[in-house]
Structure formats: C-alpha cells, structure tokens
C-alpha cells in the first residue's frame, strides 16, 4: 500500500546531513486530494537545472509556456550573452491559452535545496572552534543566521502536457503530446515544499 502524506513535511521531509538518503522509490498517496505521487529516490540533479535553464531565465512566474525550437533558444542565449535580449523576449512567449493536463501519477524530483534544512548540522569544521571531531555548535548558528537573512529563493518547475482545444475534462489521454512549463517561485524551503505539495493535487 502506498505510504499516506497529508502535509508537505511528509511529502519533502527535511534531512540533515549524515542521514542517509533514501535508497528506495516512494510512490505516496495523499488522500485529501485522492492521488498518487513518485517521489524517485534520486533527487534533481545539475543536467535537470541545466534543462530547464530557458524557463529560470527567460521566463516569468505563474505562466505557461512551451520549450522554445533549439534555433530560438540558440539567438536568445547569443543575445542575452552580449545584453541585448529584449524583456520578456520575443522568442518566449506565455501561452494565451495554457491547458495543463492533469497526469494520473505526476512525480515529484526533489533538488537538496529543498530538502535540507537551513538549520543543517556543520560537522567539518574548517574555522578551528574546536579540537573535537563532530557537530560544531558555533559553525551550525553561523550559518543559520547567515542562510535566515539571506533572501533565498526557490524554484520549482511543473510540468505537464497541454490538452487538446475542444477538450474539456483532464484525462491524461487527451493531451496533444506538447510539453508545457510553468515556474513558481519562493521565498523559503518550507513555502516551495508546501507549493509541490499542492501543485500535486491537480496541475501537474
Ligand atoms: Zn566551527
């Protein structure tokens, strides 16, 4: 049976380093929104941020879009390159009429930015607070405050598939086979879980 997650705690937990990642897929079921999610046990890696790099930066939030051809992406990244990319650029442009799908199991990648806490154990100390091996307290408090007045933001990036026109229900049958994009950005790990956890219920 699949393992039940009614918060988005449950959904991403936060690990700290020197626990173990998870070896094993979850498939979790939240019951509130009657659907099942992937979790995979490998996390969002640099190659996944490198292929969603046109959307992180060329796009906005809260709107839906198709990857550009490679021939437009290619100009976009020679313009930006040399400061003369127009804002929004001409070659991304926001769906008028976005039609996400809703997928019968979306799954849910889960970069370390999300899943560790900003109050993360430091236990190599480089800065000689103390001669013990193991947590160190003054490191740990640095860096917390540190990360706390830092304005952090975290992105996530749904993706789906849009629906045919004349369609008007959700089923993942009807879609027409083009990948759509959306980005949704947060200020803290806790907020961008919360936002996985309810984009799980319909849009993804
Ligand atoms: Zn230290």
Request: contains cysteine; negative net charge; glycine residues 2%.
């Given at each position: 049976m699949a393992e039940r997650v009614s918060?988005?705690?449950?959904?991403?937990?936060p690990r700290c380093s020197g626990e173990t990642d998870p070896d094993a897929d979850r498939i979790v079921r939240i019951p509130i929104f009657k659907r099942n999610i992937y979790v995979p046990s490998h996390g969002a890696s640099s190659a996944d941020l490198a292929d969603f790099m046109w959307l992180l930066k060329f796009g906005g939030p809260e709107q839906w879009y198709e990857r550009p051809e490679p021939v437009k992406l290619d100009r976009m990244t020679v313009l930006d390159a040399v400061g003369c990319l127009r804002c929004p650029?001409?070659?991304?442009?926001?769906?008028?009429?976005?039609r996400p799908l809703s997928l019968?199991?979306?799954q849910?990648?889960?970069?370390?930015?999300?899943?560790?806490?900003?109050?993360?154990?430091?236990?190599d100390c480089m800065a000689g607070h103390g001669d013990f091996a193991g947590k160190c307290n003054q490191?740990?408090?640095g860096k917390?405050?540190?990360?706390?007045?830092?304005?952090?933001?975290y992105t996530l990036v749904l993706s789906t598939f849009q629906a045919n026109e004349y369609y008007?229900?959700?089923n993942s049958l009807s879609g027409n086979g083009k990948?759509?994009?959306k980005m949704i950005r947060c200020g803290g790990r806790e907020a961008a879980a919360a936002a996985a956890f309810y984009a799980a219920q319909d849009s993804i």
């Open positions: 918060s988005h705690s449950d959904l991403i937990p650029p001409d070659e991304l442009k926001a769906l008028d009429n976005p019968d199991v979306p849910i990648w889960v970069s370390a930015a999300l899943n560790t806490p900003t109050d993360d154990d430091v236990f490191c740990t408090v917390r405050e540190a990360l706390e007045k830092t304005s952090l933001v008007s229900g959700k990948n759509i994009y």
